[in-house]
Every structure is written in structure tokens, then in C-alpha cells.
């Protein structure tokens, strides 16, 4: 009897201990180790305040990163490239280098200019972050390429929240064939060749927000009348 109970104990033991669950999208975007880093919330950069603006300014080679639910998204913005850094601005990056999402104010997502469902953009980051130079128009490889997220600031930022989730989403699946895990937790294979991943499948975003039509952004309005002489 005593032997059977302790053969209980140990089938408890073992039965109930579980590996370690693998979130890749976490391990991914995890909070960073550089004590330098700089970390937003959406709410926080919502719009292009004064105080966020010169928080930015004075953050010019500082790594930025903005916490979206429990993912740390690295980060550039546009708006250090324009007014903080005291060189000319040349304009976004080259058009068949970047994707462009925008969430517009009605809560619609466009991607590359078309309205499509949540749940899709996934699948359509990917065919675009991996098409390797297939077609001319877009990313040539995966080093290359950019991703633009903009929103309107009169959309819901739980919009932008699952817009971005989203896509991070896509970016964890296109690099999976990446990681060779030979049977082992593929978080683990990822601790051991992050750095390869990152180098030759980079994540570079720009988030930048602002008043939008339903693709584009608002025209400005109309000069005023002449004064009567």
C-alpha cells in the first residue's frame, strides 16, 4: 500500500509539471534591457503634444518603444525626423520600401490604401515583409523594409491596440521557418539566435498620427477671401 501511494506521488509530480508555455509574440517583444530605453503607451503618444515633442527632442538616440497590451514595439518617429534632429528632412522612406497601415477615424484599417478585416492583416504583412523581390513595388527583402502605422487621433486607440497586435502577429509567423527549433521550445531557439533573426528579419516601424479622410490626410482648407481694398 505504501509503495502504491508513493508511485501516486510521483506520477502527481511529474504528470502535472508542464513545460514552460511559449509566447513567441512576448518573447519577442519583451520588455527592453537597455536602461535607456524609452517606453509609451499608446495613450501617451496619442498625439503630437507639445510635451510629447519635446520628450521626443530629448530623446534623440535614445531607443524608443511603446507597450501595446504586453508587447514592447520597437519604434521611430516621425516627427524626431522632421523637427529634432537639425538636419533637412528628406522625406519618408521610399515608397516600395515601406508598408503603410493607417486605423482612419471611422475605425477602418487600410492597408497600402485598401480596406480590409483585422484578422487579415496578418497574412497580408506577411506576403509583403517576405516577398524577397518577387514583385518590383514592394520590399525588396525583409532588411529593407519599413512599416508605417498611422491612425487618425479621432479613431479608438483599441483599434490601433488590435491593429498592431495584429500585425506583430504576422511578423512572429513570417519568421517561425526561421527558427530552427529541432523539437525544442521554439522561445528557447529564439533566445539562441536572436540576434540572427533580428539582423537579417528586423522589425522597423514608424508610428505617426494625425487628422484622415478615409485614406489619406486631410486637405487644409481654403485660403481666406481678399480684403476689399
Not at 518590383?136 to 486607440?157: A, E, G, M, T, V
Request: proline content about 7%.
Amino acid at each position: 500500500m505504501k509503495s502504491l501511494t508513493s508511485l501516486i506521488l510521483v506520477f502527481l509530480l511529474f504528470g502535472c509539471h508542464q513545460k514552460e508555455k511559449c509566447n513567441l509574440i512576448q518573447e519577442l517583444f519583451c520588455s527592453p534591457a537597455d536602461s535607456k530605453a524609452l517606453v509609451f503607451t499608446l495613450e501617451q503618444v496619442w498625439e503630437e503634444t507639445d510635451s510629447i515633442q519635446n520628450v521626443m527632442c530629448a530623446s534623440l538616440g535614445k531607443p524608443l518603444f511603446i507597450k501595446v497590451d504586453k508587447i514592447y514595439l520597437p519604434f521611430n518617429s516621425e516627427y524626431q525626423d522632421r523637427n529634432c534632429t537639425g538636419i533637412p528632412y528628406c522625406g519618408p522612406v521610399r515608397r516600395k520600401d515601406r508598408i503603410d497601415v493607417l486605423v482612419n477615424s471611422n475605425n477602418q484599417i487600410l492597408f497600402e490604401g485598401e480596406i480590409v478585416k483585422l484578422q487579415d492583416l496578418d497574412s497580408l504583412f506577411q506576403l509583403l515583409y517576405l516577398n524577397r523581390g518577387e514583385d518590383s513595388l514592394w520590399p525588396s527583402s525583409p532588411n529593407k523594409c519599413w512599416l508605417q502605422i498611422r491612425w487618425d487621433i479621432n479613431s479608438s486607440q483599441s483599434s490601433v491596440n488590435a491593429a498592431i497586435t495584429e500585425l506583430m502577429s504576422g511578423y512572429a509567423n513570417a519568421i517561425v521557418p526561421v527558427i530552427s527549433n529541432n523539437g525544442n521550445n521554439i522561445c528557447d531557439s529564439l533566445r539562441a539566435k536572436k540576434d540572427y533573426v533580428f539582423k537579417g528579419y528586423p522589425i522597423r516601424t514608424i508610428l505617426s498620427s494625425g487628422h484622415y479622410t478615409l485614406g489619406g490626410s486631410v486637405p487644409p482648407p481654403p485660403l481666406p477671401p481678399p480684403l476689399p481694398e
